[in-house]
């Protein structure tokens, strides 16, 4: 077992709420994935890289570049679709696909 259901919880918790400050200060992250998670070796420090400081400005204006970022399978299906849609909602799809990869990642 790679980490138990607390520390996945624990671990995720304190993602979604990196997520939440970077939200509220008008960053769209555009790139969460378990590749940008950081666990320290002690287990005792998580930390989410790779945030897009370009990104800001583009969510504030409204304005976004004609490429997406991330993993394929961490892509909101509206981005697939229209991709000047990446917004927050769009962070909260990944967030979900990362819960996701972690409690499969625990059962194998």
Excluded at 39 to 57: E, G, R, W
Excluded at 89 to 101: K, Q, S, T, V, Y
Aim: charged share 30%.
């Amino acid at each position: 077992m790679l980490f138990t259901e607390e520390e996945i919880f624990h671990y995720f918790a304190i993602v979604a709420l990196a997520v939440e400050e970077c939200h509220s200060v008008g960053l769209v992250h555009r790139n969460i994935s378990s590749a940008h998670i950081y666990v320290s070796k002690d287990k005792k420090d998580v930390k989410l890289h790779n945030i897009q400081p370009a990104c800001m400005k583009e969510i504030r204006e409204r304005k976004f570049n004609d490429k997406y970022l991330g993993e394929h399978y961490y892509i909101a299906p509206e981005v697939h679709e229209t991709i000047s849609i990446y917004d927050k909602p769009a962070d909260i799809w990944a967030l979900g696909m990362l819960l996701f990869e972690m409690v499969k990642m625990d059962k194998e």
